[in-house]
């Protein structure tokens, strides 16, 4: 084999290795949004081909299961965590990005390390204590423990973006008599917006996925959509297109926000470990 | 005002935050770890009782035991998974042009799925009767024709550290793209015009120059796999029997729904120790490049 060809048959053998793993990552998606189209006895079929329907979004939002409640549910959660964590992440990660504090290493590696503590642990003071203060099953509980899980993204995230944003600009305006809080206001928010819309499509999309806390403190009033997904467990088993429907209110607005953000998903998520 | 006293302000909400939605739970959790701790007992969340939780645990427990086990097992296989085949996809994709930019795009999705989601769908895929994996898996291997994934505990498990390799492997993908396009090209092509072959380039230069990056892949991947619960939850829910009940799940089934708080605090802090090693370790590489 002359050199040229076997260069083209690597070719070839990498476009097919890549095809496979579009494949293989796409699959299990795919096989949702047709099940969500399938009525209730083609779903317990392996068919490729068969009759759409959108009979299986209908009831999902119907009696007995309501979905939209807990559609609501999640985007106030998710929307309220997000608006709460993002302004104040966004003036400690202007302080951490611009200053020196006293114990500012300390302080962002306790930030960085809550990241790692696991859920579950978290949780059990924060059960005890919601059932005495009565915040068991709402969303403002809720919105209370997410911010855990939402805090420290979103205060590496933006301090990442504060620190690629020039200082000179800044000392300009300071020259010329701007206070600080002036400088913050006109300069650096509107400069550092679309890291801050960023960073609140970040938080928003785990606030929306997250699972244990809601499993714990709701039963009935705050459940969101995923805690949601247990409703479609019948007497006979999974209803497996009612599930999939659901799967796909959940997942698809989802989609088009990582899409958005797509090109700092990484940065995100390794808190600035990896550029 | 002056710098130096806004520079504290400008941190106070964010360090309250924090301090009360994870410093305090640590601590809380710390102490109700020895307590009697029952949920239906009111009074016994401050009655006392030294070590005696963790002893039960260490001593009296087989369950917790495999628990650890199973969490030990499952964290070194995705893990080891994970890494290895993310690290191969991102070699396969790093080159650019349409179809790997178009993967790379793509590979996004399963990452923005709840792993809630990601546990029902597999739940799904492996339904003995109209599962498409089980179809699958049980055309391309005869023996696997007939089985009931989810009842048998080896397999069970299987599915279980598929479902997760399968969410993860597109994330580490992505970071291992961001590494790789960080090594630098002329090294790679003085390699190859020394007629290096393209295994010796993988090793001696694309694999030293990637090491910092899969550090930071593995110890991230190695925390989330530590507390892996929702998928677990969604799929087996630690079934059957327990042969797939991770530590997370353990600690969740003690304290919600046998009430036992204070024994699963003490559990869910020993679960705390190998984090602090592991966040040690990623810190330092967060610090190392700032």
Not at chain 2, 3 to 14: E, F, G, I, M, S
Not at chain 2, 36 to 42: D, I, S
Not at chain 2, 71 to 81: F, H, I
Request: hydrophobic share 55%.
């Amino acid at each position: 084999m002359t050199g040229k060809q076997k260069k083209r048959l690597w070719g070839a053998l990498h476009t097919a290795l890549i095809l496979f793993a579009i494949f293989v990552m796409l699959v299990p998606i795919a096989w949702i949004f047709l099940a969500a189209f399938k009525s209730h006895v083609d779903v317990y079929q392996l068919k490729l081909f068969f009759t759409p329907t959108l009979e299986n979004f209908a009831t999902v939002f119907d009696d007995p299961y309501r979905l939209g409640e807990k559609l609501v549910n999640s985007t106030v959660v998710a929307l309220v965590t997000v608006l709460i964590a993002i302004p104040i992440a966004t003036l400690a990660a202007y302080s951490f990005s611009r200053f020196h504090l006293r114990g500012e290493t300390v302080m962002l590696v306790i930030i960085l390390a809550t990241q790692f503590v696991p859920a579950v642990v978290i949780i059990l003071p924060f059960f005890v204590m919601f059932r005495d203060v009565g915040l068991l099953d709402t969303r403002l509980g809720l919105i209370l423990v997410n911010l855990a899980i939402v805090m420290p993204f979103a205060i590496w995230m933006i301090k990442g973006f504060v620190d690629g944003i020039p200082m000179e600009t800044e000392e300009a305006a300071m020259v010329d008599g701007s206070s600080r809080v002036q400088v913050i206001r006109n300069i650096v928010l509107p400069m550092a917006a679309p890291g801050l819309l960023t960073a609140g499509i970040f938080c928003f999309i785990i606030a929306w996925n997250e699972f244990l806390f809601a499993l714990i403190l709701t039963n009935k009033d705050a459940v969101t959509l995923p805690i949601g997904l247990a409703l479609f467990k019948g007497e006979e088993g999974d209803l497996w297109n009612l599930l999939s429907a659901a799967g796909i209110i959940i997942m698809a607005p989802m989609f088009v926000l990582a899409l958005l953000i797509r090109k700092y998903f990484v940065q995100g998520m390794t808190m600035g470990a990896v550029r | 005002m002056r710098d130096n006293t806004l520079k504290y302000l400008l941190v106070l909400p964010a360090v309250v935050v924090v301090f009360a939605t994870a410093i305090w739970p640590l601590a809380e959790a710390f102490r109700l770890s020895f307590t009697v701790g029952r949920l239906n007992r009111p009074g016994s969340l401050d009655q006392y009782l030294g070590w005696e939780n963790y002893a039960w645990a260490f001593f009296e427990e087989p369950a917790f035991w495999n628990s650890v086990w199973v969490t030990a097992l499952y964290t070194v296989l995705t893990v080891a998974l994970t890494t290895i085949l993310a690290l191969g996809l991102a070699l396969l994709l790093a080159p650019g042009g349409r179809l790997r930019s178009g993967a790379q795009t793509l590979l996004i999705l399963p990452f923005a799925m709840s792993p809630a989601l990601i546990g029902v769908s597999f739940r799904f895929m492996f339904n003995p009767e109209f599962g498409l994996f089980d179809a699958f898996f049980g055309t391309v291997f005869p023996p696997l024709a007939n089985v009931s994934w989810l009842a048998d505990p080896t397999l069970a498990f299987a599915v279980v550290v598929m479902a997760d390799v399968w969410g993860w492997i597109p994330f580490l993908t992505l970071v291992l793209i961001g590494g790789l396009a960080s090594v630098p090209r002329d090294t790679i092509e003085a390699a190859q015009v020394d007629g290096a072959s393209g295994w010796r380039v993988f090793r001696d230069v694309t694999l030293p120059q990637l090491g910092p990056v899969l550090a930071v892949v593995v110890i991230l991947k190695s925390i989330f796999s530590l507390k892996t619960f929702d998928q677990v939850y969604m799929l087996t829910n630690g079934g059957p029997g327990t042969a797939t009940q991770t530590l997370s799940h353990y600690i969740y089934f003690n304290g919600m729904k046998y009430g036992q708080i204070g024994y699963s605090a003490s559990v869910a802090w020993l679960m705390v120790i190998p984090m602090i090693f592991l966040t040690y370790a990623y810190a330092k590489f967060v610090f190392r490049k700032g």
